[in-house]
């Protein structure tokens, strides 16, 4: 059994559920802001590629970071559909398409945090172990009732992110604040 505690439970205009459904529209918002930027990134990168073709621009930042940083966006999306979708009939599979959201979102995030903190090559591999294995334990909980896998999928990727924020970028990284990530993700929930 799921338990069906919500902040608010008022509907508005017929739609059930109505602030917890509609709390996800920043992740939206978010989700388009980044990808939107991440395309004019990699727009330039392609237009300064076709004037010098041997010679990348030095102030792009690396593929996987921007690879994984795509995941991320898109996973915020996916976040707030998934937990939109839940929230209108709160029900078992529903709860697991909220976490499958929440796993797109995970797997960009620690990928880009890997890619920052640890190495480049590192980052693209440990975005898609968190994507498995955050898929998978969703599919688990549903399955099983069992919500170990996904408590460490969520809070074990919390935990890396939070280590990883207190290391220094490696050389050539962006830089990003990883500290002000996890702030950020414990206000949601």
Same mark, same amino acid.
């Given at each position: 059994?799921?338990?069906?505690?919500?902040?608010?439970?008022?509907?508005?205009?017929?739609?059930?559920?109505?602030?917890?459904?509609?709390?996800?529209?920043?992740?939206?918002?978010?989700?388009?802001?980044?990808?939107?930027?991440?395309?004019?990134?990699?727009?330039?990168?392609?237009?300064?590629?076709?004037?010098?073709?041997?010679?990348?621009?030095?102030?792009?930042?690396?593929?996987?970071?921007?690879?994984?940083?795509?995941?991320?966006?898109?996973?915020?999306?996916?976040?707030?559909?998934?937990?939109?979708?839940?929230?209108?009939?709160?029900?078992?599979?529903?709860?697991?398409?909220?976490?499958? @959201? %929440? #796993?797109?979102?995970?797997?960009?995030?620690?990928?880009?945090?890997?890619?920052?903190? *640890?190495?480049? +090559?590192? &980052? =693209?591999?440990?975005?898609?172990?968190?994507?498995?294995?955050?898929?998978?334990?969703?599919?688990?909980?549903?399955?099983?009732?069992?919500?170990?896998?996904?408590?460490?999928?969520?809070?074990? @990727? %919390? #935990?890396?992110?939070?280590?990883?924020?207190?290391?220094?970028?490696?050389?050539?990284? *962006?830089?990003? +604040?990883? &500290? =002000?990530?996890?702030?950020?993700?414990?206000?949601?929930?």
């Amino acid at each position: 059994a799921i338990a069906l505690v919500f902040a608010d439970t008022r509907s508005w205009h017929g739609l059930p559920n109505a602030m917890d459904v509609l709390s996800n529209l920043p992740f939206v918002f978010m989700g388009c802001w980044g990808l939107y930027w991440l395309n004019r990134i990699d727009r330039a990168h392609h237009e300064a590629l076709a004037g010098f073709p041997l010679a990348p621009p030095a102030s792009d930042p690396p593929d996987n970071t921007l690879d994984c940083a795509w995941l991320f966006f898109a996973g915020l999306i996916a976040t707030a559909a998934g937990s939109a979708f839940y929230h209108l009939a709160p029900d078992a599979p529903r709860l697991a398409a909220d976490r499958a @959201g %929440m #796993a797109v979102a995970f797997a960009g995030l620690i990928g880009v945090a890997v890619c920052e903190r *640890v190495s480049q +090559r590192a &980052g =693209w591999p440990a975005a898609w172990f968190v994507l498995t294995t955050g898929l998978l334990s969703a599919e688990i909980a549903q399955e099983t009732g069992n919500v170990l896998p996904w408590a460490l999928v969520q809070f074990g @990727g %919390m #935990a890396l992110v939070l280590t990883l924020a207190l290391s220094r970028p490696m050389p050539g990284a *962006v830089g990003l +604040r990883l &500290g =002000w990530v996890i702030e950020k993700k414990k206000k949601k929930k």
